[in-house]
Structures are given as structure tokens and as C-alpha cells.
Nanobody
Framework: QLQASGGGLAQAGGSLRLSCAGPGRTFSGRTMGWFRQAPGKEREFVAAISTGGGITQYADSVKGRFTIERNNAKNTVYLQMSSLKPEDTAVYYC????????????????WGQGTLVTVSS
């Protein structure tokens, strides 16, 4: 089970760092991603990072503000969020990500509870 943490309340312009840890079988050899779901909206892609960490991909809405990293020794993926905006308010989830686009890995369905980020204006 993937466990996301680090969410909370932040002011616009502020920063938060999310973490997500899980079993080695989930992380090992897999692209990992962050996704988010705002109230009343569909879950959307935020960022992804390749197995070795050398390739990253971001949604246009967070590019330049968010940074995804991973520590394979700790089976953990991080999302450093800066210059937060109220529209970043959502529940954030980590998941194995597709190697072919901004999507969760095919067949992945164990989303867990996520971590809530609330950004006030």
C-alpha cells in the first residue's frame, strides 16, 4: 500500500513537500508519479519520474513550481511544491505511472487515501 504524507494547509505562494513510501515491489523498476484530485473534478496527472530519476515529466499547470524526486533505497518518491496556488488544492496521490504518457500504470487501482493539500488565498 502506498502511503502519501506531508499535506496540510499552506498560504498562496508557500511551499510543501509531499512524501510517498511503499513496498519495494511497487517502486522497483517502475516509473512513479503524483496525481491529484480536486473536489468535484477528475483525478489528474501532476508529475512523473523515471526508474533511475533521470527523466521527469510535469503537467503544464505545475511546471516550474513543482519538483519530483525519488530515493530508491528508501522506496520513496517526493513532490516539492513551491509557489502554491489555490488551484493546487486537492488530494494528492502517488502511483506507478505509465512509461508512455501522463497516466497511471495500466491496471493500477490501489490508490490509498492520499494526502490533502489546501492552499488559501
Amino acid at each position: 500500500q502506498l502511503q502519501a504524507s506531508g499535506g496540510g494547509l499552506a498560504q498562496a505562494g508557500g511551499s510543501l513537500r509531499l512524501s510517498c513510501a511503499g513496498p519495494g515491489r511497487t517502486f522497483s523498476g517502475r516509473t512513479m508519479g503524483w496525481f491529484r484530485q480536486a473536489p468535484g473534478k477528475e483525478r489528474e496527472f501532476v508529475a512523473a519520474i523515471s526508474t533511475g530519476g533521470g527523466i521527469t515529466q510535469y503537467a503544464d499547470s505545475v511546471k516550474g513550481r513543482f519538483t519530483i524526486e525519488r530515493n530508491n533505497a528508501k522506496n520513496t518518491v517526493y513532490l516539492q511544491m513551491s509557489s502554491l496556488k489555490p488551484e493546487d488544492t486537492a488530494v494528492y496521490y502517488c502511483a506507478p505511472a505509465s512509461d508512455y504518457g501522463p497516466y497511471p500504470a495500466a491496471g493500477f487501482d490501489a490508490w490509498g487515501q492520499g494526502t490533502l493539500v489546501t492552499v488559501s488565498s
